[in-house]
């Protein structure tokens, strides 16, 4: 059964930390990986697209990266600020990018304090 | 119920048609989102409800596009003369937030209305 796992389930962290979300997946075959943000009462909003031959990808404060090999994400935040805090979903496509081929994790909720 | 139900699941529909997508949300959940994936693209944000008002339509493409939720659990997503652009898979999902600055459970996705416009 394709499964995305997430951890933690929330966190909160002093403004200005930095921290790192953790994504574990079981889809098969393995298409993309990405990482959505969402901010309590809107909508997701893409932060980084991976594919299976990228280890490393960084957005501004936003570095993802991917091991293939054992299945994990993570997606690293630095120097937080209070706008990070929000929800952050982690999607494991298996190839078409339809709704039924897309595996999305629980997410967590990040929470920053000044 | 268990889980976010989602119907049809499949709707081929002629273009300039009409069409009614359904959402039943998990039972308690106050927030509902509609999103639309199309081909190669990412997720896209339509619409979010909280009960049964709709704070957020910031992302419906245009007035074709409407949405309403009763009683604040089903929920429906019309598509007025539908266009080929407009196929996509429609996705909808619910959750326990319940607004600004608080922290809900983890988003209950549905499985999706594959949309396709001939």
């Known amino acids: 059964k394709n499964q995305v796992e997430q951890s933690p389930q929330s966190l909160i962290i002093l403004e200005g930390k930095n921290c790192t979300l953790q994504c574990n997946y079981t889809v098969s075959p393995f298409s993309n990986l990405r990482w959505y943000k969402q901010d309590t009462g809107r909508g997701p909003v893409s932060l980084t697209i991976?594919?299976?031959?990228?280890n490393t990808k960084s957005n501004g404060r936003y570095t993802a990266t991917l091991d293939a090999d054992t299945k994990q994400s993570s997606l690293h935040i630095t120097a937080s600020q209070l706008s990070d805090s929000a929800s952050y979903i982690c999607?494991?496509?298996?190839?078409?990018?339809?709704?039924?081929?897309?595996?999305f994790g629980g997410g967590t909720r990040l929470m920053v304090k000044p | 119920g268990a889980g976010v139900s989602q119907s049809p699941s499949n709707k081929v529909t002629e273009k300039g048609k009409d069409v009614e997508l359904r959402c039943d949300p998990i039972?308690?959940?106050?927030?509902l989102y509609w999103y639309r994936q199309s081909l190669g693209q990412g997720l896209e944000f339509l619409i979010y409800?909280?009960?049964?008002?709709?704070?957020?339509k910031s992302g419906l493409p245009s007035d074709r596009f409407s949405a309403e939720r009763t009683g604040g659990s089903v929920s429906t997503l019309t598509i007025q003369r539908t266009q080929q652009e407009d196929s996509a898979v429609y996705l909808c999902a619910s959750s326990l937030v319940s607004g600004q600055g608080s922290f809900g459970y983890g988003y209950t996705f549905g499985s999706g209305t594959r949309l396709t416009v001939v």
């Open positions: 409800f909280q009960g049964n008002s709709a704070p957020d």
């Open positions: 991976m594919t299976f031959s990228e």
């Open positions: 999607v494991v496509s298996n190839g078409s990018n339809a709704g039924n081929m897309l595996t």
């Open positions: 039972s308690g959940h106050t927030a």
